[in-house]
């Protein structure tokens, strides 16, 4: 039988050489230069495609390329393996140090395989044949390189000295960095010296005795760290006051110059570490001059040049043996022969403070936490809130409008109980961040129009009103009553002078109407029809929590800690990370595809409501749910194509709603400020990129003041009208987003 061998991808590195096209935010590793994936996903393809036997994956990559690496891991099957995170970089002696730590600690003395994540191998065959052919040599205990005969003078690359051949497999006389022109052409005609590919093959056991004996303060370092590392469904993470003491150096230098008895195996297989533009004109697609021209580009009588736009059209005459790469905010223009030089000009700029080295100018890409708050607060306070303190507003019959069209004139639709509702709270919420708007006269026309044309004669609130304010829809539904009461807790806050009794006899038809009477959670409806859901009592939860705000009587935490309970004991599955969406009657998932039915942006609403309920209660164990929740929905209910949240995924993470709308990535926002600080990565870049998706996708290509609630796996607008329902969470999201980068103004 063939045995295991735990491979691991180093994903570590900036690819300054290969600047203005690779960024400390977005490095070579992640660019697709053949047309076939980026470099990434092609090394695990590649890892992957062992012909015969188990090869679990991991990666171990920068904890800010998260979002990044998880896209490319998207539908890969990894054998078991799955990320690991640095928090800072240590180099490549950390990294191997990690590897042979979790190899250990999951699989024993077993062999281990590093790669870096940036190598063009376009023969996988041949690259596994040449990895089993170091298995032997790496099994007696010797550290295992492979080295590829030089077939220039290239200076670019180390180079491996190697002695006697046993059987194909080299001993190792040393290490040489990088060489000047002529001692390469030395190198080059002496035979004995092999480029270094970076690949390493060894047992675990082995490189933790290396380190024993030339680094043992990079082991001990890198063994705390591992140690106490948290792990949830999106990978392992490293604390950073750890993993930064761990000391920062290669692992050439840390152990395999050191170390004797290195074994060296020829490389079968072809091989560019594409770290110049010259190795990519190489591999590149060639036209019939030996031109790789890529994107918006004309060129007339230009020779093996590397001609690059990543947007406006540019254009060359005559350009021969030159790299031309145009980006939006840089352009690099240099001799082939001299790209091994780019790094003098990142160093140059990086000294002059310039921010082009580091950041990779787009849309949805971010420079600072708070990089969105003046389009944040504009559109809020400018745009929105004036249009639908307007437009939205029912002067006529009361209440608000259901919808607006796209020329912001209403639709005339029935009226939801939860949408009046909403828009109570919303400009409530509004009124308390600042907004200087008409709010106390719209929370009381709201407020006027639910409790003089909607409640029932049991002293419940009905589900739909017509246009005039005539009930459409008498039923008395569990999720409208909590929609109701989170809107009267923020009108209280607000100065509201009925919300609090109005409140108290909504909690009297909940416990009398609505509670089911096994003691057991909500019904949906007061006549108990129709399956049981996890959403009403998350909203249910959510207003239990605005009370408490508003009063500060514990009797509102003790109601919402029974929601919490269900949510333990029923709703949350620990094995998958999921919350389910519909049950029967005993709390058990529904029969068919309703049973596996989950909803990304549920997950977030729970994950925030957790973390306040936690922080309320002191229950503090919750926010490992939470940071679960967020982790599944992030790693299986996201579209690779737009980032966005799907409407719903299985349990096993397989889209079931491929429609994105806009309140799933409003809770994405929320969800993530609730957890940055709780204990795990620091999640600023991600609510800067999510607050960045929203407007990407849902804001900037709709009207002023209005969004495209519904977009297609594409990106491509599915919506017709604009829903008064989806006001809510904007405003809620965004005032959190402002609150917390409050200090950036």
């Known amino acids: 039988m063939t045995e295991r061998i ?10 300054s050489r290969l600047w203005p096209l690779s960024r400390e935010d977005n490095p070579k590793q992640f660019h697709d230069f053949s047309g076939d994936g980026s470099m990434l996903a092609r090394t695990l393809r590649r890892l992957a495609a062992r012909p015969e036997g188990e090869t679990p994956i991991f990666l171990i990559a920068s904890e800010r390329h998260a979002e990044r690496v998880h896209a490319d891991l998207a539908g890969l099957d990894l054998g078991g393996g799955g990320p690991l995170f640095e928090p800072t970089g240590r180099n490549t002696a950390a990294a191997v140090a990690l590897a042979s730590l979790r190899t250990l600690s999951e699989y024993g003395d077993e062999l281990v395989l590093a790669v870096p994540s940036d190598h063009e191998i376009s023969t996988p065959r041949q690259f596994w044949q040449s990895i089993e052919a170091g298995a032997a040599a790496a099994n007696a205990g010797r550290l295992v390189v492979f080295g590829l005969k030089p077939t220039q003078p290239e200076t670019g690359y180390g180079y491996i000295e190697v002695g006697a051949d046993r059987d194909g497999v080299f001993d190792v006389s040393r290490f040489v960095e990088k060489p000047d022109l002529i001692t390469a052409q030395a190198y080059l005609e002496a035979g004995s010296f092999y480029w270094n590919t970076g690949i390493f093959l060894f047992r675990a056991g082995a490189m933790r005795d290396a380190f024993a004996a030339f680094a043992p303060d990079i082991w001990q370092a890198a063994e705390t760290a591992y140690q106490a590392a948290t792990s949830d469904l999106s990978g392992l993470y490293m604390p950073l006051e750890l993993y930064s003491a761990i000391p920062s150096t290669s692992i050439d230098y840390a152990i395999m110059e050191r170390a004797k008895d290195i074994a060296m195996v020829p490389a079968g297989f072809r091989w560019n570490d594409l770290g110049s533009w010259q190795s990519l004109l190489d591999v590149g697609p060639s036209d019939g001059q030996g031109n790789v021209i890529v994107g918006d580009v004309v060129a007339i009588d230009c020779e093996n040049s590397y001609i690059r736009s990543e947007g406006r059209l540019l254009s060359a005459i005559g350009m021969k043996d030159v790299a031309v790469v145009s980006t939006a905010d840089a352009t690099f223009v ?82 939801r109980m939860r949408t009046q509702a909403r828009q109570v709270y919303a400009f409530a919420v509004a009124k308390e961040r600042g907004w200087d708007g008409p709010a106390d006269r719209l929370i009381a026309h709201g407020i006027d129009f639910m409790a003089g044309q909607g409640r029932t004669d049991r002293g419940g609130w009905v589900r739909t009103l017509n246009i005039d304010g005539s009930v459409a829809d008498p039923v008395e539904d569990a999720y409208d009553h909590s929609c109701v009461l989170l809107a009267l807790a923020h009108a209280h806050i607000s100065g509201h002078p009925d919300a609090l009794r109005l409140g108290e006899e909504t909690f ?35 207003a239990f929590l605005a009370w408490h705000k508003a009063t500060g009587e514990r009797a509102y935490l003790r109601r919402a800690a029974r929601i919490i309970d ?4 029923h709703f949350f599955d620990a094995e998958s990370w999921t919350l389910g969406e519909y049950f029967d009657e005993g709390w058990k998932p529904a029969a068919g595809e309703k049973g596996t039915w989950t909803e990304p ?70 969800a993530a400020i609730a957890l940055d600080g709780s204990g795990g990565p620091d999640l600023k870049p991600e609510i800067e990129a999510r607050v960045g998706r929203l407007f990407r996708w849902h804001i900037d290509p709709a009207p002023l003041g209005l969004w495209i609630d519904r977009i297609d796996e594409r990106g491509r607008s599915l919506a017709t009208d604009v829903p008064a329902s989806i006001f809510y969470h904007l405003v809620y999201a965004l005032t959190q987003y402002l609150d917390g980068t409050s200090q950036k103004g």
């Open 6 to 15: 735990v491979s691991f991808v180093m994903s570590g590195g900036v690819g």
């Open 334 to 415: 240099a001799p082939v022969s001299h790209s091994q030089h780019v790094k003098k000009i990142v160093e140059q700029l990086e000294k002059s403070g310039r921010l082009e080295t580091r950041f990779t100018p787009a849309p949805d890409r971010v420079i600072e936490s708070g990089a969105w708050r003046r389009r944040v607060h504009h559109w809020l306070f400018d745009e929105t809130l004036p249009l639908w303190s307007t437009s939205g507003v029912d002067e006529h019959y009361g209440g608000f409008h259901e919808a607006l069209g796209f020329d912001a004139a209403p639709l005339m639709k029935p009226k």
């Open 508 to 542: 009297a038809f909940l416990d009398a109407h609505l509670e089911d009477s096994r003691m057991t959670g909500f019904l949906e409806t007061s006549d108990g029809a129709e399956d049981r859901r996890s959403n009403p009592h998350m909203h249910l939860l959510e």
């Open 566 to 569: 269900l949510f333990r004991s």
């Open 601 to 670: 942006g549920h997950h977030f609403e729970w994950a925030s409501l957790l973390v306040d309920f936690a922080a309320r209660s002191g229950q503090s164990e919750l926010t490992a749910f939470a940071r679960k929740l967020y982790a599944s929905a992030i790693a299986n209910g996201l579209n690779r194509a737009t980032g966005l949240a799907y409407g719903a995924v299985s349990r096993q993470g397989l889209p079931l709603d491929r429609v994105s709308r806009g309140w799933p990535q409003a809770e994405a926002i929320k």
